[in-house]
């Protein structure tokens, strides 16, 4: 077979949806045993048991240290935290070079990526520094930031990525909340949810130039979360009655369709579903707004039942149609 039947064969192939884009790159690179651990996929039932255990082990050191802290020296606090969260850094390093042990693997980087942030808090703590001020909190951020983008510089594993994401995150909330201080201009909710908004709006954008590059496995998890908390702090900016805002409860419909928009033009499973999702909670939050009032709470309930029908019914199809060959 030459290389033109080759590429004709993958082309029909994928034509009838029988080989995937990601399937011809692994052939290319000669097969799967090449590829890094994956974050997100083949995520099975011992994936979650270790995610679970990482968490419960987190929440025992936590313990041990609140119940005897009066009685632990300077030393052992930071030991059995800071300590410990290197120690398991290193072992996931070390699981994450082998396929096999990718989940163990993970599950070591998540017990790190919590204990490490509380060994710094305590370690800053027994210095003299109040850990819980945003000052402090910025620093412990940073470091963090700085430890994980490095790691993923020089392991090359998603991992590290989403860790340096979450990170962050946390450092643009603390310095900004360290940069206004007592400022009562920006003490309200809305500031925060402005925040939250533009957080949202950063993780799509991150997902979508990740989509392209060898970190794709991150691309659904950022827009889930992209959409997740731009539609929800959109939401609770257009407030409730009698102290909504008009201007956010009118342009709300638009930006969920621009998500639904982007389910279909980006064949996002992500956008689909919080699109959906927070079309239904904002048709009950505008019907027990507007009209619970005024044609009743019995025909306003009727009224929600048929336009959520019509949107569960809108989002199976958009689905089916773009988005199940996927």
Not at 118 to 127: D, H, K, P, R, S
Not at 234 to 255: D, T
Request: with cysteine.
């Amino acid at each position: 077979m030459d290389k033109h039947e080759v590429l004709l064969s993958i082309t029909k192939l994928s034509a009838s949806n029988l080989v995937t884009k990601d399937e011809v790159i692994e052939a290319f690179e000669g097969g799967q045993s090449k590829r890094a651990p994956s974050l997100t996929n083949n995520v099975g039932l011992s994936e979650v048991l270790y995610f679970i255990g990482a968490l419960i082990v987190f929440i025992g050191i936590a313990v041990l240290i609140g119940q005897n802290w009066s009685t632990l020296n300077s030393f052992t606090k930071i030991l059995a935290t800071l300590g410990f969260g290197v120690v398991a850094y290193f072992v996931g390093v070390l699981l994450n070079k082998e396929e096999k042990y990718g989940g163990l693997g993970f599950a070591f980087h998540l017990i790190a990526a919590l204990a490490i942030p509380l060994g710094l808090g305590v370690t800053f703590n027994q210095a003299g520094f109040d850990a819980t001020s945003s000052g402090m909190q910025s620093l412990i951020a940073a470091i963090l930031f700085a430890m994980y983008i490095s790691s993923y510089f020089v392991f090359k594993r998603s991992i590290f990525t989403f860790f340096s994401i979450a990170y962050a995150t946390w450092f643009f909330f603390v310095f900004t909340n360290f940069l206004i201080g007592s400022n009562p201009t920006f003490s309200t909710a809305d500031f925060y949810e402005y925040r939250v908004l533009f957080v949202g709006i950063s993780y799509i954008f991150l997902g979508l130039y990740l989509s392209s590059t060898l970190q794709k496995d991150l691309t659904e998890v950022l827009y889930g979360s992209g959409s997740l908390f731009f539609l929800g702090a959109a939401l609770a900016l257009g407030g409730w009655k009698p102290s909504q805002n008009y201007v956010w409860e009118l342009i709300y419909p638009g930006l969920i369709f621009v998500v639904l928009y982007l389910s279909v033009y980006l064949k996002s499973k992500s956008f689909l579903t919080f699109g959906t999702l927070f079309l239904m909670i904002y048709i009950l939050k505008i019907t027990g707004e507007y009209f619970s009032e005024t044609l009743g709470w019995p025909i306003s309930l009727m009224f929600c039942g048929i336009a959520l029908i019509g949107v569960g019914y809108y989002a199976f199809t958009l689905n089916k149609k773009y988005l199940s060959m996927k």
